[in-house]
C-alpha cells in the first residue's frame, strides 16, 4: 500500500504546476538516525530470521518481539519528529498505530476472515500455521480495531490484509511528498 501512495504522488506531482522536485533532494527530515537504525533492524531480522544462522538466527527469533517492536517504535518516532509536514506526521502516527497491537499482543494480530478473502494461499498458510515472527492468528486480540483487519485486493501483486495504521501511513506519505514537492516547500 506504501508503494502505491508513492506512485500515486509521483502521477499527481507530474500534473501539479506549483512544484520543485528538488525539495524531495533537500528536505530536513529530522530523526534520520532514528529512522536509518530503525529500517536498518527491520530488515537485519527479517534476513537473519530468514535463514539459519546458528545462534544468530536462535537469538533474533527469540528476541524478535522486542527488535519489531523497537524498529516499529523508532521509524514512527523520527516520522513524528517532522510534525510540521502534515503528511509525515500522520505516516508518523499510522506507524504507532501499527505499534500499539504488537506491543500488546507479540504480533500483529491478523483477522482470519480478511485473510481468507485475500485468496493468496502462501501468506494464509504462511499465518494460519504461525509460520510468520511478525503476524498471527489470535482467538482474543488486544486492539484488534488496530489490527490486520481490512481486506485489499490488489490489481497488481498479491492482495494483503491492511490496518488502520497503514492506511494512516499511506495517506500521509502522498501528502508528505506533496507538501515537500511544492515550490514554497514545508
Do not use: C, Q, W
Request: no cysteine; proline share 2%.
Amino acid at each position: 500500500m506504501i508503494l502505491e501512495a508513492i506512485i500515486l504522488a509521483a502521477i499527481v506531482l507530474f500534473f501539479l504546476k506549483d512544484k520543485d522536485i528538488s525539495n524531495l533532494i533537500n528536505f530536513k527530515f529530522k530523526g534520520i538516525s532514528l529512522a536509518s537504525i530503525g529500517i536498518f533492524l527491520m530488515i537485519f531480522i527479517n534476513f537473519v530470521t530468514s535463514k539459519y544462522f546458528g545462534k544468530v538466527t536462535d537469538f533474533f527469533v527469540d528476541n524478535f518481539k522486542i527488535f519489531h517492536i523497537l524498529s516499529i517504535l523508532l521509524i514512527g518516532i523520527s516520522l513524528l519528529l517532522n510534525y510540521k509536514n502534515y503528511g509525515l506526521l500522520l505516516s508518523g502516527a499510522g506507524t504507532i498505530l501499527n505499534a500499539i497491537p504488537v506491543i500488546f499482543n507479540g504480533k500483529m494480530p491478523v483477522s482470519i476472515d480478511a485473510l481468507m478473502k485475500t485468496n493468496n494461499e502462501r501468506i494464509i498458510k504462511i499465518i494460519y500455521m504461525g509460520g510468520s515472527l511478525s503476524h498471527g492468528i489470535f482467538e482474543n486480540p488486544k486492539f484488534y480495531f488496530l489490527s490486520d483487519i481490512i481486506p485489499l485486493h490488489r490489481i497488481v501483486g498479491n492482495s494483503k490484509v491492511i490496518s488502520i495504521g497503514d492506511i494512516f501511513i499511506s495517506i500521509g506519505l502522498f501528502f508528505a511528498i506533496i507538501l515537500i514537492s511544492r515550490k514554497r516547500g514545508v
